[in-house]
Nanobody, 127 residues
Framework: QGPLVESGGGLVQAGDSLRVSCAAS????????MGWFRQAPGKERELVAA????????YYADSVKGRFTISRDNTKSTVYLRMNSLKPEDTAVYYC????????????????????WGPGTQVTVSL
């Protein structure tokens, strides 16, 4: 098992809410920019949201802006993704990732900058 483990995925209906979590172990969590990615069947993995080391700065993809909220609790070494008003097109495997880098547009968008990845958790949204 790696240093990141996601939990909280599941099957929900359109319009429902869901919170996925990612617990880190064995690394200095507060030193990492954290990101949530997703990959739907037949599609490339994409960045959904990212958060800076202290949680003061965030980024959201246009497709989730206003519906999803990323947050972190450094005392618990955990990052969260709260998903509201879920749509069938949000169906995907959701991955958290940790980047030992500063929170800049180039860095958090660049998947190669992420040092650790979780195994993923499935989120399925039905009509």
């Amino acid at each position: 098992q790696g240093p990141l483990v996601e939990s909280g995925g599941g099957l929900v209906q359109a319009g429902d809410s869901l919170r996925v979590s990612c617990a880190a172990s064995g690394l200095t969590f507060s030193s990492y920019t954290m990101g949530w990615f997703r990959q739907a069947p037949g599609k490339e993995r994409e960045l959904v949201a990212a958060i800076s080391k202290n949680g003061d700065n965030t980024y959201y993809a246009d497709s989730v802006k206003g519906r999803f909220t990323i947050s972190r609790d450094n005392t618990k070494s955990t990052v969260y993704l709260r998903m509201n008003s879920l749509k069938p097109e949000d169906t995907a495997v959701y991955y958290c990732a940790a980047a030992f880098t500063t929170f800049t547009y180039y860095n958090y968008l660049n998947q190669g900058k992420y040092n650790y990845w979780g195994p993923g958790t499935q989120v399925t949204v039905s009509l």
